[in-house]
Every structure is written in C-alpha cells, then in structure tokens.
C-alpha cells in the first residue's frame, strides 16, 4: 500500500498560502478544482504521486496533524525560504528540518 492523497482543511483566507506551501514542499504548481457545487479548492500532486488537497475549513474544523516528507528535505526547504513561507528549523538530530505550514500544522523535511 502506498499513500495517495492527504486532505487538508484550513481556514479559508489561508486557502491559496496553504496551496502555495504544499506546492513548494512537493515541488509542484496548485491546482484550483471546483467539482460540481462543491468548494472551490487546490490540488498539488507531487512527482511520486502522492497528492494533496487543500479545502476550506467550513463545516469541518480545520486540520491539525504533523506531516513527515522524505525526499529532496533540502530542495524544498530552499523552496519554502525562497517563497517566503517560512524558515525552516534543523531537527534536533539534524536528520532533517521542521516547520508549521500557514494553518499551523506541523511538516517534517527528511533527507531519504
């Protein structure tokens, strides 16, 4: 079994900031989705498949999780520094590197 799809949920005016972060952990451009009447929403895919879906949190509160990636930690820490998102933490091991996404979860960079 492999893992395809996280769905996110955030506040709404941190939709499209949520959507930016998760392209640039996965090196991917958002996707604006809308099917049928449903909420307007992003989707990044990564090159692994993996894709993640950032919704409004409108009758669901909103996600708190801890997300771990492993791969390319310090292709996207750069990413995410040269996007302004946010500054990256080394991990106490230094393994990696850690930092809370603009809903405050929390996503860990981990070198493969």
């Not at 958002?30 to 950032?54: C, F, K, M, N, W």
């Amino acid at each position: 079994m492999k893992l395809s799809l996280i769905v996110i949920r955030c506040p709404e005016p941190t939709l499209d900031r949520a959507a930016r972060f998760y392209g640039a952990v996965l090196d991917a451009e958002p996707v604006r989705e809308q099917h049928g009447e449903g909420p307007v929403h992003y989707s990044v895919t990564g090159a692994d498949g993996l894709t993640i879906e950032v919704y409004p949190a409108t009758s669901r509160l909103h996600t708190s999780t801890r997300l771990e990636f492993r791969g390319d930690a310090a292709g996207a820490v750069e990413r995410l520094m040269d996007r302004a998102f946010a500054l990256p933490e080394r991990t106490r091991d230094g393994k990696g590197w850690w930092v809370t996404d603009p809903i405050g979860n929390t996503v860990v960079l981990l070198r493969p």
